[in-house]
Nanobody, 124 residues
């Protein structure tokens, strides 16, 4: 069982930066592939970024490539999402998720554990 708690969301102006954190519990945290997803008002939840168990492999949605960076610190049971050059269209609730599978994937139903989400609002 893995429990996830996101933090770091807030209100920021366009062009600004935020860093989201996702703290995980459980001794098996480092054996899980991690992902960040987001859901904007009136839209379906979408994949943002994912990272492998040891952090050696990362995958990004095209919409955030070059602006967002996912990383993890297994000693702290935490995964991060550094978001730079934020745009109003990045406004959403951001969720972290964990899966016990080996590969990084953007498919939501392959993730077994989810956090409660943190709101990110980017003003123009």
């Amino acid at each position: 069982q893995v429990q996830l708690v996101e933090s770091g969301g807030g209100l920021v102006q366009a062009g600004g930066s935020l860093r989201l954190s996702c703290a995980g519990s459980g001794r098996t945290y480092s054996s899980h592939t991690m992902g960040w997803f987001r859901q904007a008002p009136g839209k379906k939840r979408e994949f943002v970024a994912g990272i492998s168990r040891n952090g050696g492999s990362t995958v990004y949605a095209d919409s955030v490539k070059g602006r967002f960076t996912i990383s993890r610190d297994n000693n702290k049971n935490t995964v991060y999402l550094q978001m730079n050059s934020l745009k109003p269209e990045d406004t959403a609730v951001y969720y972290c998720a964990a899966r016990s599978g080996l590969w990084v994937t953007g498919t939501q139903n392959e993730y077994e554990y989810w956090g409660q989400g943190t709101q990110v609002t980017v003003s123009s």
